[in-house]
């Protein structure tokens, strides 16, 4: 790794190639939400059984997946916005990064069971 | 490339890495902007964008995060999610707008986005030019057919 890089192969462009990448995925499914929330005027039938696929197990898994984008996307995002706007943010961006992934980390570990826990009663019953 | 292009690691002191206290020498603008320059560089096109991605992202924070937490943490999380339930909730011109402002921001905010990927990534003219309308048009196709659906939702539908 070449000495004296603020960026290249270190925090800042790792956590950099995740925001790219979530805010992709955030963007096309926001793309497949907005034409699948469009069938409540075609029918109520339409819409629900369009929308019995979102509870599905493996579906589960996908928004949690989802989540896990959402949410590392927004907490970076408003750490770049302190990197660009707070006189210290420059100098803070890894303590920053590393704070953004305790917190992400925790608020998945509660979303856990919030939503999964329907997919895993119904894999493994009760 | 130019012979006068600082080489790297040069004009800093010895050893020290770069860094917040010890910044990267400043390189200069290539071109300053007349009133020659092509159109596309003329306006402040690329600051306000800027701006909107730091502005709208701070809103989207509490509409996106506020959303995912009704639709997929309380209540039951998704095994609630019906067209009844769909109905209830835009009784209520508050979630009305709430969807509303967060189908512009987010599509817009998203949109931009994709628009510096596919400057960063599509080296071809052409190609640039044909990822950014297939963009525009969804986009545009996305925005449009979101707030039709919105102010045209109709519970008594059948
Ligand atoms: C899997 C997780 C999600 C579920 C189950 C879900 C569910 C819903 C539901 C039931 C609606 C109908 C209106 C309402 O109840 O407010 C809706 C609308 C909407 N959702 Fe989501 N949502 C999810 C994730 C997201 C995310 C991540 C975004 C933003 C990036 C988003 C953006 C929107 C927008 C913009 C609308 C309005 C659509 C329109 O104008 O037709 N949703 N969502
Ligand atoms: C939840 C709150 C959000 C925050 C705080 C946020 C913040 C940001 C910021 C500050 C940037 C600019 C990054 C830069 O200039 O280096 C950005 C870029 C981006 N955002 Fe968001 N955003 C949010 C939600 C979303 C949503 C819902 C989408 C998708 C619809 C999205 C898609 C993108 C994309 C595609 C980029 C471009 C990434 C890049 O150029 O590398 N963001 N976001």
């Known amino acids: 790794m070449p000495a004296g890089t603020l960026y290249r192969g270190r925090e800042g462009m790792w956590s950099w190639v995740a925001h790219r990448v979530t805010g992709v995925l955030v963007f096309f499914f926001l793309f497949v939400h907005v034409l699948d929330t469009a069938l409540v005027r075609v029918s109520p039938e339409a819409y629900d059984q369009t929308i019995a696929v979102y509870k599905t197990p493996l579906v589960a898994f996908m928004e949690y997946g989802l989540v896990a984008a959402v949410l590392f996307h ?53 | 490339m130019s012979t006068e292009t600082t080489p790297a690691n040069s004009g800093t002191t010895g050893e020290r890495p770069i860094g917040p206290d010890n910044p990267a020498p400043v390189i200069e603008p290539p071109r300053t902007r007349t009133g020659r320059s092509p159109r596309s560089t003329r306006t402040n096109f690329e600051l306000h964008g800027w701006l909107f991605m730091r502005l709208s992202g701070i809103l989207l924070v509490f509409l996106v995060l506020g959303h995912l937490l009704i639709q997929l943490v309380l209540d039951g999380g998704v095994s609630k999610v019906s067209f009844a339930f769909v109905a209830g909730r835009w009784a209520s011109p508050f979630w009305q707008v709430w969807d509303l402002l967060m189908l512009w921001l987010a599509m817009l905010h998203g949109a931009n986005g994709l628009r510096t990927i596919i400057n960063d990534y599509a080296q071809r003219d052409n190609t640039r030019f044909w990822l950014k309308m297939l963009l525009y048009t969804a986009t545009v196709f996305t925005i449009l057919l979101g707030t039709l659906v919105i102010f045209t939702f109709d519970p008594n539908i059948r």
Not at chain 1, 109 to 123: D, K, Q, S
């Open chain 1, 74 to 126: 927004a907490l970076n995002g408003l750490r770049v916005v302190a990197v660009d706007f707070w006189s210290k943010g420059a100098r803070y961006q890894k303590q920053m990064l590393w704070t953004v992934m305790a917190v992400w980390g925790l608020l998945m570990a509660g979303a856990a069971w919030p939503v999964l826990g329907h997919a895993f009663r119904e894999l493994f019953g009760s």
